[in-house]
């Protein structure tokens, strides 16, 4: 029977594995942990890693009652759940700091990873046909050229796409603050 909680090598494995874009499933009966331990694994670092965490360092402010007034009303504005994701979205606002919600966020993720996978599969069979391994009609051949080379404009599209979303974001909080002002 698979272990529920992980011992310390496990937890590295598990995660090396999961980054590697390992299923749950895949990674647990590699590990030899239950899938649900792996499960809490990977939503412990997601949460520690990524922008919308609430792991780290309590900081203290104290606020007058017009300012808590203001920021319960932003809270609403912002469709937030809490005072504590008001103050880190307009932290992180405030320096540039991209924050997609989480299902962008996902999907982003999803996306990249897809590509990735694309791109090595892409990778494996040039290695192939170059060691002659397999063999590939001239068509096949150009069609590969033109995969591999649109891949690297298809990550720069992205990255201009998630470069935008920053500028957006930055001019969207900029016109709030001017606006209550």
Known sequence: MARKSLTKDQKAEAIRQLKAGGAVSTVADAVGAAPEAIKKEKALKLRQSEATTTYGSVVTVRLSPEEVHQLD????????????????????????????????????????????????????????????????????????????????????????????QRRRGVRLFKAFIEGEA
Do not use: C, W, Y
């Not at 320096?95 to 982003?108: I, N």
């Open 73 to 164: 009303r932003l809270k609403g504005v912002l469709g937030t759940e809490s005072r504590s994701d008001v103050l880190r979205t307009l932290l992180r606002s405030s320096v540039g700091m991209l924050e997609f919600p989480a299902e962008q966020a996902s999907e982003l993720e999803a996306i990249k990873h897809e590509l990735h996978k694309i791109g090595v599969n892409i990778n494996q069979i040039a290695f192939a046909a170059n060691t002659r391994k397999i063999k590939l009609a001239k068509g096949q051949m150009h069609a590969l050229d033109d995969l591999r080379l649109t891949m690297p404009k298809v990550r720069t599209f992205l990255q201009a796409v998630v470069a935008e």
